[in-house]
């Protein structure tokens, strides 16, 4: 049997240290939860290995340092009411739930919805809501969230989730063409916004009505 609990730790002591993340309530979560218990049994031995995994319906989980980079980002202290755009496998939510008061996270293919919600009550995970929807339009009957993290590509931050972020929040995402993109992160304060690029990375797409449609290409 794997010794799941050595692999983490190597995880975070090879991959994330190394390459900066410093935050150690990040690393410290980084280290708790089980990432092998959100993919499928065949793949658990590659769960904490250095890449994305396939998670089905053309989904993915992503690398480990992605997750912890963009959840650094988010400068987390552990009040805030949290936003996420594309639930997948339910990871990056777990870590936001370690690290946050209250998680809402959206995911607009229902298996991969019920797959995540089922291993969150498995694992005693109480402070997260997963809806299935369109995540482009958030969650406004909850508004606002003090941050919004999206886990898809996406040619620009969807205008509702701009107008859902609280004042002093911040909204992390990967903005670019469908395939490639770079780490935006945007900070509202008195209204006014303000961005700064950070890391290139490849998210899958954002399909929705403020995303790409589901049969766009880009040329």
Avoid at 132 to 152: M, N, Q, V, W, Y
Wanted: with cysteine; hydrophobic share 40%.
């Amino acid at each position: 049997m794997e010794d799941f609990k050595r692999l983490r730790d190597l995880m975070v002591d090879t991959q994330l240290i190394p390459r900066g993340i410093k935050d150690e309530r990040v690393l410290s979560a980084m280290r708790k939860v089980p990432r092998h218990l959100f993919v499928d049994d065949y793949m658990q031995h590659n769960a904490y290995a250095d890449m994305a995994l396939p998670i089905g319906d053309e989904q993915t989980i992503s690398q480990p340092y992605m997750v912890a980079i963009m959840t650094e980002l988010l400068e987390l202290k552990g009040n805030e009411k949290v936003l996420e755009i594309g639930t997948g496998s339910g990871y990056q939510a777990a870590i936001l739930a370690e690290l946050s008061m209250e998680v809402f996270t959206i995911e607009r293919k229902a298996l991969l919805a019920k797959k995540a919600e089922e291993r969150f009550q498995a694992l005693g995970y109480n402070n997260i809501r997963v809806i299935t929807g369109d995540g482009t339009l958030g969650l406004p009957e909850k508004s606002p969230f003090d941050r919004i993290l999206i886990t898809a590509g996406s040619p620009k931050i969807p205008e509702p989730l701009i107008e859902q972020l609280s004042d002093g929040g911040i909204i992390i995402a990967p903005v670019g063409i469908r395939f490639s993109q770079q780490l935006l992160i945007v900070k509202k304060s008195k209204g006014v916004l303000s961005e700064q690029l950070h890391v290139p990375c490849v998210f899958v797409p954002l399909i929705g009505e403020y995303g790409w449609s589901g049969d766009e290409e880009d040329s």
